[in-house]
């Protein structure tokens, strides 16, 4: 019988005052996987933030991004330390769980998401001008500065 434990196991997730704490004092980036209008209306105020959407929002419901991981892998590596946030803490589990199965090393869930990290009165960036900013398509990953 196979006892290795799943990646949803090996998930560790913080709450948005920790994440808060190692954006500032330590080498993590935030990979933020709602989409790209949730993004531009509001989010983490960190420079190198990335946004790349793990479920887009359709007409029939949210559908996986089947282009998540190579998105990520253009401009992260599997020993890049990264904190994963969504709006609630729900899309970045399994965000997490991806990032883990592919061979992540430090990777941190954000509990609560977005939303816990407004409630907390953290720094937040809203994305302003014309749709020139270079924001993501669905097969290109965003970073901001």
Same mark, same amino acid.
């Given at each position: ?6 990646s %949803? ?8 005052l ?12 935030? $990979?933020d996987?709602?989409? %790209? ?8 105020d @960190? ?8 479920? @887009? ?5 949210r ?10 892998q253009?401009v ?11 709006q ?15 061979g992540?090393?430090?990777? @941190?869930?954000m509990?609560?998401?977005? %939303? ?5 009165? $953290?720094?937040?960036a809203?994305?302003?001008g014309?749709?020139?900013?270079? @924001?993501?398509?669905p097969?290109?990953?965003?970073v901001?500065?």
């Open positions: 019988m196979d006892t290795k434990p799943s %949803e196991s090996q998930i560790i997730t913080i709450d948005v920790k994440a808060d704490d190692l954006l500032r004092n330590s080498k993590y980036r935030y $990979l996987v709602r989409t %790209e209008e949730e993004f531009n209306k509001g989010h983490v @960190f420079s190198d933030v990335l946004n790349i959407p793990n479920m @887009f929002i359709t007409p029939e419901g559908v996986k991004n089947p282009n998540f991981m190579e998105q990520v253009q992260c590596t599997k020993d890049d330390n990264l904190i994963v946030g969504c609630s803490g729900v899309r970045s589990v399994y965000a997490t769980v991806d990032l883990l199965d592919a992540f090393k430090h990777v @941190f869930n509990g609560g998401g977005f %939303e816990a990290w407004v409630q907390n009165g $953290l720094p937040v809203v994305v302003t014309d749709t020139k900013t270079g @924001f993501p398509s097969t290109s990953p965003v901001t500065n």
